[in-house]
């Protein structure tokens, strides 16, 4: 009986939809095309769902191709759209956007003059992108600031190299700024070539994995176990809560890639997914410290299902959790020490997006990560310099400095905190 009814609903609901689908097609003030009506059913469908499922035309196909190879023309800029205004999520590190100051929440409202407050995110995206070496003018409102500005990029290469090292008073810094094919090998890469420049050992390891993205969860496995020696690193749960998929240390990387050596993650809103992954795992193997800002919080997993040779989906199929069993939905990284960048002339004023802003975003269905939702703001006097007064001191990356500063003080008692077992069990 039950069945029966169920698939009734089905069937009114497929009668409504084509009602509608034929009064458009009748009824509305010009001509439409039939593909544009379907798209347009499939985004809505999607688009209830949550911020991260979508359909992929061949545009979009085209971009997730380009995302993947690790090259394009553009400005640098991971967006979102909010009441249907495009806004930032994060600037890429060394790119157009990052070295104009384009910072994480801000809108942009025109591009070249022209609105785009109402329109779609692809239409922002693909004017955004082009031909290297031509110019484009942002309109950019950031909340805390009085009235809109200007800022004309000129668009580069955005060269998708995921790994960057340098060693900086022996102590080795590694940028991971996305999760792309190879970003694990070049993890591993880079720690020998940090100890290759030093001689030997490193005083310790800075993991920066401040406005990264995420990108793909094998990649984030691979760059988690190289600082692990056992244990579990993420789990993937979906629909089905009998079905759990685990990853675990010493499959893709042997051993602990720095023998034993202290390591810092620095993490802020714009830490995201993969990111997450990585810093979560070392936090909940207290393998280092966790420092910056709390991370934006996407615990969800998205697979890209095709439906035809160049069209598919982007569809939220499970949720991931840490090795304590703690998802990171919504709540995001806690730090272990909270390090605001005060080189930042307006880093109080300004209001960094996260997932817990999106609309129709996946709930924390743990209860009890909801402390992490609480503001993180408090006043510390460790933090009361100003970016003028810092600025004449040299230090132009306040959490990278407070980073080096801990390990160059703190680096045995760091390595003392990485043999501390792990607190709680992974929950099925």
């Given at each position: 009986?039950?069945?029966?009814?169920?698939?009734?609903?089905?069937?009114?609901?497929?009668d409504?939809?084509?009602?509608?689908?034929?009064?458009?097609?009748?009824?509305?003030?010009?001509?439409?095309?039939?593909?544009?009506?379907?798209?347009?059913?499939?985004?809505?469908?999607?688009?209830?769902?949550?911020?991260?499922?979508?359909?992929?035309?061949?545009?979009?196909?085209?971009?997730?191709?380009?995302?993947?190879?690790?090259?394009?023309?553009?400005?640098g800029?991971?967006?979102?759209?909010?009441?249907?205004?495009?806004?930032?999520?994060?600037?890429?590190?060394?790119?157009?956007?990052?070295?104009?100051?384009?910072?994480?929440?801000?809108?942009?409202?025109?591009?070249?003059?022209?609105?785009?407050?109402?329109?779609?995110?692809?239409?922002?995206?693909?004017?955004?992108?082009?031909?290297?070496?031509?110019?484009?003018?942002?309109?950019?409102?950031?909340?805390?600031?009085?009235?809109?500005?200007?800022?004309?990029?000129?668009?580069?290469?955005?060269?998708?190299?995921?790994?960057?090292?340098?060693?900086?008073?022996?102590?080795?810094?590694?940028?991971?700024?996305?999760?792309?094919?190879?970003?694990?090998?070049?993890?591993?890469a880079a720690?020998?070539?940090?100890?290759?420049?030093?001689?030997?050992?490193?005083?310790?390891y800075?993991?920066?994995?401040?406005?990264?993205?995420?990108?793909?969860?094998?990649?984030?496995?691979?760059?988690?176990?190289?600082f692990?020696?056992?244990?579990?690193?993420?789990?993937?749960r979906?629909?089905?809560?009998?079905?759990?998929?685990?990853?675990?240390?010493?499959?893709?990387?042997?051993?602990?890639?720095?023998?034993?050596?202290?390591?810092?993650?620095?993490?802020?809103?714009?830490?995201?997914?993969?990111?997450?992954?990585?810093?979560?795992?070392?936090?909940?193997?207290?393998?280092?410290?966790?420092?910056?800002?709390?991370?934006?919080?996407?615990?969800?997993?998205?697979?890209?299902?095709?439906?035809?040779r160049?069209?598919?989906?982007?569809?939220?199929?499970?949720?991931?959790?840490?090795?304590?069993?703690?998802?990171v939905?919504?709540?995001?990284?806690?730090p272990?020490?909270?390090?605001?960048?005060?080189?930042?002339?307006?880093?109080?004023?300004?209001?960094?997006?996260?997932?817990?802003?999106?609309?129709?975003?996946?709930?924390?269905?743990?209860?009890?990560?909801?402390?992490?939702?609480?503001?993180?703001?408090?006043y510390?006097?460790?933090?009361?310099?100003?970016?003028?007064?810092?600025?004449?001191?040299?230090?132009?990356?306040?959490?990278?400095?407070?980073a080096?500063?801990?390990?160059?003080?703190?680096?045995?008692?760091?390595?003392?905190?990485?043999?501390?077992?792990?607190?709680g069990?992974?929950?099925?």
């Amino acid at each position: 009986m039950q069945q029966q009814q169920y698939e009734a609903q089905q069937i009114e609901d497929l009668d409504a939809f084509l009602a509608v689908y034929q009064k458009v097609k009748s009824s509305y003030v010009d001509k439409v095309d039939d593909k544009k009506l379907m798209e347009g059913a499939i985004q809505g469908m999607l688009s209830s769902l949550d911020p991260h499922s979508g359909f992929l035309d061949r545009s979009d196909f085209s971009s997730l191709r380009t995302q993947i190879d690790g090259e394009y023309g553009g400005l640098g800029l991971s967006v979102t759209l909010e009441d249907e205004a495009v806004k930032v999520i994060a600037p890429t590190k060394d790119t157009p956007a990052d070295k104009a100051g384009i910072k994480s929440g801000d809108f942009i409202t025109h591009l070249d003059g022209k609105l785009i407050v109402g329109g779609t995110l692809d239409e922002a995206v693909d004017a955004m992108r082009g031909v290297p070496g031509t110019t484009i003018k942002l309109t950019i409102f950031r909340p805390g600031r009085d009235g809109p500005f200007d800022v004309t990029l000129t668009r580069a290469i955005i060269d998708l190299k995921p790994v960057q090292w340098e060693v900086k008073d022996r102590i080795g810094i590694i940028s991971v700024l996305g999760f792309s094919e190879q970003t694990g090998a070049d993890v591993v890469a880079a720690v020998a070539g940090i100890k290759k420049s030093v001689g030997g050992n490193p005083l310790g390891y800075i993991i920066d994995l401040r406005s990264n993205p995420g990108g793909i969860l094998d990649e984030a496995v691979v760059v988690s176990d190289a600082f692990l020696t056992k244990g579990e690193i993420v789990s993937e749960r979906g629909r089905d809560p009998r079905k759990v998929d685990r990853w675990w240390a010493e499959r893709a990387v042997p051993g602990d890639v720095t023998g034993g050596a202290p390591i810092i993650v620095l993490v802020d809103a714009g830490s995201a997914s993969a990111s997450e992954i990585v810093a979560g795992a070392l936090q909940d193997h207290h393998r280092g410290l966790v420092m910056g800002e709390r991370s934006f919080g996407k615990g969800s997993v998205q697979n890209v299902l095709p439906l035809t040779r160049d069209t598919g989906l982007r569809l939220t199929v499970a949720r991931y959790h840490l090795p304590s069993g703690r998802s990171v939905q919504e709540g995001g990284i806690k730090p272990d020490i909270r390090v605001p960048q005060l080189t930042d002339p307006d880093y109080k004023s300004r209001v960094s997006i996260r997932e817990s802003d999106l609309r129709r975003h996946l709930v924390n269905e743990l209860k009890d990560n909801n402390k992490d939702l609480e503001q993180d703001i408090t006043y510390d006097p460790r933090f009361a310099m100003t970016a003028e007064q810092l600025k004449a001191k040299g230090i132009e990356d306040f959490q990278l400095y407070y980073a080096m500063e801990t390990l160059q003080r703190l680096g045995p008692r760091t390595m003392k905190l990485a043999a501390k077992p792990m607190k709680g069990k992974a929950k099925n």
